[in-house]
């Protein structure tokens, strides 16, 4: 578990921080807004579209760890079912961790570049998703390791 937890920490950090703190590097606070902006969406429909394809991702992984064993007639069918609902999943959790990346790291950035400019009650939201956003990736990623690991069926 603290293996998982620290290698979620860095793919975060490498997958939404980096580019945070390199637009900032580059660009100064206008691209460090800009940046923030294009990695983080308030999109509702995309935000559920992308929860749904993870969840997709999860009950097809489940189904084939757990219940179904298909037949010869209908194996091809399922691999192909299995291999796009994983690679959407995986796809889903990659965007989730840049999201949990942003929100984790631009509050240091805030307190660190502009401590007069600071608000505590604006950046504690960000780092309450952000803990959040993180846990959830950790939980996604070592769901799908154990559903690839155990799997009942070779496909």
Same mark, same amino acid.
């Not at 749904?52 to 069918?77: C, H, M, N, Q, Y």
């Not at 079912?81 to 631009?106: C, H, K, N, Q, Y």
């Not at 780092?127 to 959830?136: K, L, M, R, S, T």
């Given at each position: 578990?603290? !293996?998982?937890?620290? =290698?979620?920490?860095?793919? /975060?950090?490498?997958?939404?921080?980096? $580019?945070?703190? =390199?637009?900032?590097?580059?660009?100064?606070? @206008? @691209?460090?807004? /800009?940046?923030?902006?294009?990695?983080?969406? @308030? !999109? !509702?429909?995309?935000?559920?579209?992308?929860?749904?394809?993870?969840?997709?991702?999860?009950?097809?992984? #489940?189904?084939? +760890?757990?219940? +179904?064993? $298909?037949?010869?007639?209908?194996?091809? %069918? #399922?691999?192909?079912? %299995?291999?796009?609902? %994983?690679? =959407?999943?995986?796809? =889903?959790?990659?965007? /989730?961790?840049?999201?949990?990346?942003?929100?984790?790291?631009? $509050?240091?950035? #805030?307190?660190f570049l502009e401590p007069d400019s600071f608000m505590l009650e604006k950046a504690a939201p960000l780092i309450i998703y952000g803990i959040i956003a993180f846990g959830e990736c950790v939980i996604i990623s070592g769901w799908q390791?154990?559903?690839?690991?155990?799997?009942? /069926? @070779?496909?």
């Amino acid at each position: 578990m603290n !293996n998982r937890l620290t =290698a979620e920490a860095f793919i /975060i950090f490498l997958l939404g921080g980096v $580019p945070l703190i =390199a637009s900032y590097l580059l660009g100064g606070a @206008n @691209n460090l807004q /800009i940046m923030t902006k294009v990695l983080v969406t @308030n !999109n !509702n429909f995309l935000n559920y579209y992308i929860i749904s394809l993870f969840v997709a991702s999860l009950l097809t992984g #489940w189904l084939s +760890w757990l219940i +179904w064993k $298909p037949t010869d007639s209908t194996r091809e %069918t #399922w691999k192909i079912i %299995t291999t796009i609902l %994983t690679e =959407a999943g995986s796809g =889903a959790l990659g965007i /989730i961790r840049v999201a949990a990346g942003v929100l984790l790291t631009f $509050p240091s950035m #805030w307190l660190f570049l502009e401590p007069d400019s600071f608000m505590l009650e604006k950046a504690a939201p960000l780092i309450i998703y952000g803990i959040i956003a993180f846990g959830e990736c950790v939980i996604i990623s070592g769901w799908q390791k154990t559903i690839q690991r155990r799997a009942r /069926i @070779n496909l």
